[in-house]
């Protein structure tokens, strides 16, 4: 049996996306967000892979890791870091090519269309996607839409 991974983004996933006058003041991971990710780890047992810029760089890493611990959560891996013009699509495509074998279904969370494109993969790609809204976050619908993906066999 594979592993099960969610991609996933955080700004407007796991807290809301404030208005640019406000983004100093701004509440990092939502408590309710923080739940549906949660239900969606615990239900699902899939493996976190962050395909945020945070991953971008060692505080932001390390902010996400503080606040992920303190709900039980971790970050497995990460999606490569983007090559000049290599869009989110790509990176989360390439992971799934070097670990394809390993995976046994898969799912995708982010508050911006990851899918770009025509073609195979994309559609691949739109059926295992769930975009949450960035004023909110990742809704209980959200959640469900992400249990469902990965609990079938789409791998």
Not at 7 to 26: E, T
Not at 95 to 112: F, K, N
Request: glycine share 10%.
């Amino acid at each position: 049996m594979g592993k099960k991974l969610l991609f996933c983004d955080v700004d407007g996933v796991l807290h809301p996306l404030p208005p640019l006058a406000q983004m100093a003041s701004a509440t990092l991971f939502s408590p309710p967000c923080m739940a549906q990710l949660k239900r969606v780890i615990k239900e699902t047992g899939a493996q976190i892979i962050l395909s945020s810029s945070w991953r971008c760089f060692e505080g932001t890493r390390n902010q996400l890791a503080v606040a992920l611990g303190q709900h039980g959560l971790h970050v497995a891996d990460c999606t490569p870091i983007p090559d000049l013009g290599d869009g989110r699509a790509g990176q989360i495509l390439r992971y799934l090519q070097q670990h394809g074998d390993e995976v046994e279904s898969w799912a995708v969370v982010d508050d911006e269309e990851v899918v770009q494109g025509e073609g195979l993969m994309m559609q691949v790609l739109a059926q295992n996607f769930v975009r949450t809204n960035g004023a909110t976050g990742i809704s209980v619908s959200d959640a469900d839409q992400l249990i469902e993906i990965l609990n079938s066999d789409n791998g």
